[in-house]
């Protein structure tokens, strides 16, 4: 029963691009929902977070958008770095707990 | 100066074996997690703690089995090993805010593999 979902496995960019990551939910007891970046090798970094109450929130090149009635959020990143290039995970946060349920994640690949 | 360190950074070993990963913070949170990512890429919680208690516990077979000396240290001893206790599993931190999403902090994982 997975209750965040990231259907896209992998995404290919070119720099300068946009990039458009997206992430669905099931389960309407979450409160924030955040992105993640992760290198090979290392432990997830968290990026950039929205409250459940917002439908927008940025920072730099980073964008998350919500829309609560799709059950969908999307990262947007422009323009697009070849340092960008990472897997990145969704999460969401059950409602006023520390828990959190990740996507598998997907795969961005940035190139010049 | 790593804020969230696990040792060792591999583990292979052998069905059946007793063996422990050991993890640190040193940004003075509250709260550690420990998380496992399965050859799937689910990265899913185990267990939380806040100031040394246990706080989340999920479907977790008994055989692992956290302990916190303290609220920089949340350690994972697992007994008797089984094949499919392959993963990476990674240990987290995050302050208590109150309420707010806690940005949680992760170390670099340990990738245990059982023979």
Not at chain 1, 49 to 64: A, L, P, W, Y
Not at chain 1, 72 to 85: A, E, F
């Amino acid at each position: 029963d997975q209750q965040v979902k990231q259907n896209s496995p992998s995404l290919s960019v070119q720099e300068g691009r946009i990039s458009i990551l997206n992430c669905d939910y099931t389960n309407s007891m979450f409160d924030y929902f955040l992105w993640y970046k992760k290198y090979p090798a290392e432990g997830p970094t968290f990026l950039i977070s929205i409250s459940s109450i917002k439908d927008k929130n940025e920072d730099g090149r980073f964008t998350v958008f919500l829309n609560k009635s799709a059950k969908h959020l999307s990262l947007h990143i422009v323009p697009s770095q070849p340092g960008d290039s990472a897997v990145y995970f969704c999460a969401a946060r059950v409602y006023n707990t520390d828990k959190l349920i990740f996507g598998t994640g997907t795969r961005l690949q940035v190139f010049p | 100066d790593t804020a969230v360190s696990q040792t060792p950074k591999y583990l292979v070993t052998q069905m059946g074996n007793d063996k422990s990963i050991k993890c640190e913070q040193n940004l003075g949170h509250d709260t550690m997690y420990w998380y496992k990512q399965d050859s799937k890429k689910f990265l899913k919680i185990m267990f939380s703690y806040n100031n040394k208690e246990l706080i989340i516990n999920e479907t977790v077979p008994n055989r692992f089995s956290p302990k916190s000396p303290d609220k920089a240290h949340l350690n994972l001893h697992i007994n008797s090993l089984e094949l499919g206790d392959s993963a990476v599993y990674f240990c987290a931190s995050s302050q208590d805010s109150g309420g707010f999403a806690d940005t949680q902090y992760f170390g670099p994982g340990t990738r245990l593999t059982v023979l």
